[in-house]
């Protein structure tokens, strides 16, 4: 079964950056969609950005267009989330997750396999 690892979370001041990964332990997660959720303690998990599996379709949260973007590299195994102008709202856990489809979705219910998380905190 695929792992999916999270990595570069952080604490940053608002309107700063911060550059998500999530790597995969194997190569069959290219055939999929996958995307990131982000949770906030004692609320359900939220959407934030998904992209096809060829990377060639995307698709955002509207509370986070035009400031994150999502892509990968299927030759590393790698998916990314650049998240810029950050806002303190913006913290939460985020993990990243594998789709039981190819193209992007925001239903948690099209994902099988989600990493453990990373933390981002935003301070104001």
């Known amino acids: 079964q695929v792992q999916l690892v999270e990595s570069g979370g952080g604490t940053v001041q608002a309107g700063g950056s911060l550059r998500l990964s999530c790597v995969a332990s194997?190569?069959?997660?290219?055939?999929?969609?996958m995307g990131w959720f982000r949770q906030v303690l004692g609320k359900e998990r939220e959407f934030v950005a998904a992209?096809?599996?060829?990377?060639?379709?995307?698709y955002y949260a509207d509370s986070v267009k035009g400031r994150f973007s999502i892509s990968r590299d299927n030759t590393k195994t790698t998916m990314y989330l650049q998240m810029n102008s950050l806002k303190p709202e913006d913290t939460a856990v985020y993990y990243c997750?594998?789709?039981?489809?190819?193209?992007?979705?925001?239903?948690?219910?099209?994902?099988?396999?989600w990493g453990q998380g990373t933390q981002v905190t935003v301070s104001s």
């Open positions: 194997r190569r069959s997660i290219t055939n999929a969609a």
């Open positions: 997750a594998a789709s039981l489809v190819s193209q992007p979705m925001a239903q948690s219910t099209s994902y099988h396999t």
């Open positions: 992209i096809s599996m060829t990377g060639g379709s995307t």
